[in-house]
């Protein structure tokens, strides 16, 4: 796992002034933030046994993160759609509407983000999206009215790389869960 301090430097070059413990929480923010907007991290969760008398199940995730979307219950299948019958309740724990009423086991495929508390966040992240959190977490700071570091004027080029760093994770995201190669045909249209 990346630690936050890993990317203080590459921030720090582009601010003047600004005191360490304030892009630590920059980039603490953009980081939490850059996993909920894509939905990247994806974790593949340990089965569970269906209990015909209980309709709310614990998931088991990695210490440190915290389930923001469930892809689906059927692991890692290609088929991930919103299912009315189960949602994500707010203390993180999978909830049926109705008690279901089978046995079965279930693999819960899950989007995960840093808990605030959290010192570390998956080393991916760093490894292919570096440039794109330091550029969110340089805008962050630089936005900020009546510091010393703000520069207002400067915002448009980091803001835009992290933004492109978004499109490019929900791309890898969509990609590794195989939604991106559904094959579909195009009706040939003549004028």
Not at 37 to 61: Q, R
Not at 122 to 149: E, H
């Amino acid at each position: 796992m990346a630690t936050y301090e890993d990317l203080v430097p590459r921030v720090a070059i582009h601010l003047s002034n600004c005191p360490e413990r304030v892009i630590l929480d920059s980039i603490k923010n953009i980081v939490r933030e850059f996993c909920r907007k894509t939905k990247g991290w994806v974790h593949d969760c340990t089965a569970i046994e269906v209990d015909p008398t209980k309709n709310t199940y614990e998931l088991i995730v990695p210490e440190g993160s915290t389930v923001i979307h469930i892809w689906g219950l059927d692991g890692r299948t290609g088929r991930y759609e919103e299912n009315p019958e189960y949602f994500l309740n707010m203390d993180g724990k999978l909830q049926f509407n109705e008690v279901p009423r089978h046995s079965a086991t279930i693999t819960p495929l899950v989007s995960l983000m840093p808990k605030l508390e959290s010192d570390d966040f998956p080393d991916y992240l760093i490894n292919f999206f570096s440039d794109a959190l330091v550029s969110g977490a340089v805008a962050n700071l630089q936005m900020q009215p009546f510091r010393d570091w703000s520069e207002p004027n400067a915002v448009g080029v980091h803001h835009e790389r992290y933004r492109m760093g978004i499109a490019e994770a929900e791309r890898m995201r969509d990609d590794g869960l195989n939604k991106s190669k559904v094959k579909t045909r195009v009706r040939p249209q003549y004028i």
